[in-house]
Nanobody
Framework: QVQLVESGGGLVQPGASLSLSCAVS????????WGWYRQAPPGDERELVAEITHALGHAKYMDSVKGRFTISRDNAKKTVTLQMDNLRPEDTAVYYC??????????WGQGTQVTVSS
């Protein structure tokens, strides 16, 4: 069974950086899109923070994180990373890794908490 395992969350002050990592346990035959979502507070809809295509590495971001966050993937190591710089209190959320694969497979990680507070 394929699992996505996130790590790297924590408590930081405004302006600090964090790097979230998502590691794949198992084999995904035909992934095509990787993404990081966040949810705050619990029960609210998850919003797409950033996504990147598996094959060519084309990335896109939600407006509020452009210029501060960077998504990347290492297909050989089966990891996806979200580098978050200049964090703000409004970035506080549980962050989830997500992968979409052919034909209609969607896999979520368990989430990692990011808290930005002074």
């Amino acid at each position: 069974q394929v699992q996505l395992v996130e790590s790297g969350g924590g408590l930081v002050q405004p302006g600090a950086s964090l790097s979230l990592s998502c590691a794949v346990s198992g084999t995904i035959d035909e992934p095509y899109l990787w993404g990081w979502y966040r949810q705050a507070p619990p029960g609210d809809e998850r919003e797409l923070v950033a996504e990147i295509t598996h094959a060519l590495g084309h990335a896109k971001y939600m407006d509020s994180v452009k210029g501060r966050f960077t998504i990347s993937r290492d297909n050989a190591k089966k990891t996806v990373t979200l580098q978050m710089d200049n964090l703000r209190p409004e970035d506080t959320a549980v962050y989830y890794c997500n992968v979409k694969a052919v034909p209609s497979i969607v896999i979520w990680g368990q989430g990692t908490q990011v808290t930005v507070s002074s």
